[in-house]
């Protein structure tokens, strides 16, 4: 907790394992996640999250930073990540499940000017409709051609005061 390690391995994290409050940087590293939870206060600088899958539990907020997202991962309830110096998806999912009506909303934001590339997808899921894919900070989000957003659930693709630049499939 409030630690910074820097990794060019690999760390693996198992189920229910919890990353809480720290930095890592991840000078070509890999933070290989099977199930794992990821706590407020994370950050990834660099590197690639892989594994099969993690979870920001209800409430908590994370920040990516340059990362490279190979794994599934789920931002339950009023969580937040935050994206710095874009995020690019291989093959993997993010799913955005918000389940309540709070005036956060469950989030994926990007600070300032950013990219959301690579190939994969973000799904609103839950049982509410206040899931958020927006840029923040005054800067312009672009969503590459390999990205599609979709769901069962409503969302908020962009923000209104902020240019959106749509190369994928809302």
Do not use: C, K
């Amino acid at each position: 907790a409030g630690s910074t390690v820097t990794n060019s391995g690999t760390i693996l994290v198992g189920a229910g394992s919890a990353l809480i409050s720290g930095a890592l940087t991840d000078a070509g590293g890999t933070l290989t996640v099977n199930g794992g939870i990821l706590w407020s206060g994370f950050r990834l600088t660099g590197g690639t999250l892989g594994g099969t899958s993690a979870t920001v539990l209800a409430g908590h907020a994370i920040t990516l930073d340059g990362v490279t997202l190979a794994a599934d991962l789920t931002v339950n309830d009023d969580a937040g990540v935050t994206v710095r110096n874009g995020l690019t998806l291989a093959a993997a999912t993010v799913t955005l499940a918000d389940t309540s009506n709070t005036s956060n909303g469950t989030r994926l934001e990007f600070d300032g000017t950013q990219m959301l590339g690579g190939t994969g997808e973000v799904v609103f899921a839950g049982t509410y409709l206040n899931n958020i894919v927006r840029a923040t900070s005054g800067g312009t989000l672009t969503l590459g051609a390999g990205i599609t957003i979709h769901g069962s659930q409503h969302g908020t693709v962009g923000n209104g005061n902020l240019p959106l630049v749509n190369q994928g499939t809302i």
